[in-house]
C-alpha cells in the first residue's frame, strides 16, 4: 500500500494516470492472492481450507474488478466506487487473515 501511495502522490497528476496506477495495482494485488492460494495449498502447515479459498476468491474478483475498472474509467463516480469496494475487500480479507492465522 505504500508503494501505491507513493505512486499516486508522485505520478497521478489527472484522473486517466491515478485510474491506470489503480488498475494495475488491483491486478497486482488479484494475482497476488491466487498465488498465495496455490502456493499455500503445497505448504506442508495445516491453514484451513476455507481461508485459501477465500482468499483465491478475493483475489479473482480484484483481477476481474480490476478489468472492469478499467471500462468505466470513464465514468467518474462510477470508477471511484468501484476502486473503494476492492479496497475495502482488500482490506476485509487482511484483517480476517491476520486474525484467522493469530488464533493458531
Known amino acids: 500500500m505504500l508503494v501505491y501511495g507513493v505512486a499516486i502522490f508522485v505520478y497521478a497528476s489527472t484522473f486517466e ?16 492472492e491466487m498465488l498465495f492460494g496455490f502456493n499455500a495449498i503445497s505448504v506442508q502447515r495445516e491453514i484451513g481450507m476455507r481461508v485459501i479459498v477465500t482468499r483465491m476468491f478475493i483475489g479473482f474478483l480484484m483481477t476481474i ?3 472492469v475498472f478499467l471500462g468505466f ?30 488464533n493458531r
Open 17 to 32: 494516470r491515478f485510474i491506470s496506477i489503480t488498475m494495475v495495482f488491483l491486478l497486482f494485488f488479484g494475482i497476488m
Open 73 to 102: 474509467a470513464f465514468h467518474l463516480v462510477i470508477a471511484v466506487l468501484l476502486a473503494g469496494i476492492l479496497f475495502f475487500l482488500s482490506g476485509v480479507l487482511f484483517i480476517g487473515f491476520a486474525n484467522v492465522t493469530r
Open 65 to 67: 474488478g480490476a478489468v
